[in-house]
C-alpha cells in the first residue's frame, strides 16, 4: 500500500516562508510526476505545482517566482518551498502522486493534507 506524509504546514505572517514535504511510503518502483494541489474553503481544489520524474516543472499563474518545487526521486519525496506567502495563500494543501508502479498496479495517490494559514 502506498502512503504519502506530508508535512510543514503551519501559521505563518503574510511575506513569510514555508517548506511543505511530502513523503511515499511502500513498495515504490517509480513515480511519474509528484506535486502539490490546495484547496482553500468553498472553492475547487487547484494545482499549485507539479514535477515530472524527468525534472519538468509546471505551476500555477498565482504562485509563480514565489514558489519552488523540487524532488528527491530516490527519496520519493516533493517538496514545496513558498516565499513571499499571501493570505489568498491560505488553504490545505495536499501531495499527490502520479503513475505510480508498484509490484503489482499503476495508480495516482494523495495524502491527507497539511493546513496552511497566512495571517495578514
Known amino acids: 500500500q502506498v502512503q504519502l506524509v506530508e508535512s510543514g504546514g503551519g501559521l505563518v505572517q503574510a511575506g513569510g516562508s514555508l517548506r511543505l514535504s511530502c513523503a511515499a511510503s511502500?513498495?515504490?518502483?517509480?513515480?511519474?510526476?509528484m506535486g502539490w494541489y490546495r484547496q482553500a474553503p468553498g472553492k475547487q481544489r487547484e494545482l499549485v505545482a507539479d514535477?515530472?520524474?524527468?525534472?519538468?516543472?509546471n505551476y500555477a499563474d498565482s504562485v509563480k517566482g514565489r514558489f519552488t518545487i523540487s524532488r528527491d526521486s530516490a527519496k520519493n519525496t516533493v517538496y514545496l518551498q513558498m516565499n513571499s506567502l499571501k493570505p489568498e495563500d491560505t488553504a490545505v494543501y495536499y501531495c499527490?502522486?502520479?503513475?505510480?508502479?508498484?509490484?503489482?498496479?499503476?495508480?495516482?495517490?494523495w495524502g491527507q493534507g497539511t493546513q496552511v494559514t497566512v495571517s495578514s
Open positions: 499527490n502522486a502520479k503513475g505510480v508502479i508498484t509490484g503489482i498496479r499503476r495508480g495516482d495517490y
Open positions: 511502500g513498495i515504490i518502483f517509480s513515480i511519474n510526476a
Open positions: 514535477i515530472t520524474s524527468g525534472g519538468s516543472t
